[in-house]
């Protein structure tokens, strides 16, 4: 056994350990949060080309402990990796949902719609479709309203899957956006087959394309192709007019990045809207 235990503090040293900890702490942190009410939820705003605001994108947010807020960079892949994803999703969906019913309740909002992330394992959990369902019926929210943002990785684990998945959903209201666009496989030929209505291209190459050829020959490409595929194109990350006036001459639809709005606390949303 102490051969054993010299063996494996040889191969599990104690930087490692460290992370070991760090990540059991947070794991801890999260199952709290979960129950403790320490998540809650920014709304970034999504304009259409005349600059008005179409929806938002519902981003979570942990304040930890100490009063800090912990971006989702930092913890929704170890919720990915030990399953927590799974409530936290859950908890994201009920809280825009909520938020969606009452936007819906004012004639000032009603036109407003909330994308919200689905993770991979998220949207592979069998009965993600009654779940979502739920959530809606729970908060009385307009599902054409909802939006299910999923990445590629997401849906091409198991295409038939995801297309019949997509397709109970669909058939509900519900939408759907194809995220982070470009950064993944991008293989074209399954697009066709998904009941997507957008995609976002993103933010990387919005940001690369004033200094990059490259990323703007890209940003070109995927205007045209959406477009061929009657695909509404949502540009992530769009931070200077330049940005803007590039994307709205090549017909982008939807806006959102700084330039509009920050991720901001629904109470901001009265003044955003009154701007
Ligand atoms: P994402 O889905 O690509 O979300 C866009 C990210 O870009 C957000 O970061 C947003 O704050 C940031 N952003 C928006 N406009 C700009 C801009 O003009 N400039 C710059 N530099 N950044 C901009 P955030 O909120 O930190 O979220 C990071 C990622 O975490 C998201 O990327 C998404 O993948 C994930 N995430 C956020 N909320 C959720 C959630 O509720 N569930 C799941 N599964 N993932 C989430
Ligand atoms: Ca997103
Ligand atoms: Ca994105
Ligand atoms: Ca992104």
């Known amino acids: 056994a102490k051969e054993d ?21 947070m794991e801890i942190g999260l199952r709290a949060a979960l129950d403790n009410g320490g998540f809650h939820l920014l709304y970034q705003p999504q304009v259409d080309r005349q600059g008005r605001p179409a929806g938002a994108e519902a981003l979570i947010r942990w304040s930890g402990p100490d009063g800090t807020t912990i971006s989702p960079a930092e913890f929704i892949p170890l919720a990915e990796d030990t399953g ?13 949902c909520a938020q969606l019913a009452r936007w819906q309740q004012s004639a000032a909002t009603r036109h407003l719609s909330i994308a919200v992330n689905v993770s991979a394992r998220q949207f592979r959990q069998a009965d993600f479709v009654s779940l979502v369902r739920s959530a809606i019926e729970r908060a009385g929210a307009d599902p054409s309203r ?20 997509m397709n109970q959903l669909r058939k509900l209201g ?28 993103d933010r990387s190459f919005i940001h690369d394309m004033a200094e990059d050829e490259g990323s703007e020959a890209i940003v070109i490409a995927i205007l045209s192709m959406s477009h061929a595929l009657s695909l509404e194109v949502v540009a992530e990350g769009v931070e200077t007019p330049i940005q803007r006036e590039f994307l709205r001459l090549r017909g982008c639809e939807l806006f959102q990045g700084y330039l509009f709005g920050k991720p901001l606390p629904i109470e901001e949303w009265q003044d955003f809207l009154a701007m």
């Open 5 to 25: 235990g010299r063996n494996a503090i040889r191969f599990f040293n104690p930087a490692m350990q460290a992370v070991v900890d760090a990540h059991t702490r």
């Open 84 to 96: 927590l994803i799974v409530q936290i999703g859950q908890w994201v969906l009920d809280t825009a």
């Open 146 to 165: 909802l939006k299910l943002e999923l990445t590629e990785s997401a849906i091409l684990d198991d295409l038939d899957q995801s297309v019949t998945r």
């Open 174 to 201: 519900i939408q759907f956006a194809l995220d982070d666009f470009g950064t993944g496989y991008s293989s074209l030929s399954y697009l066709k087959r998904l009941p997507f209505a957008q995609l976002k291209i």
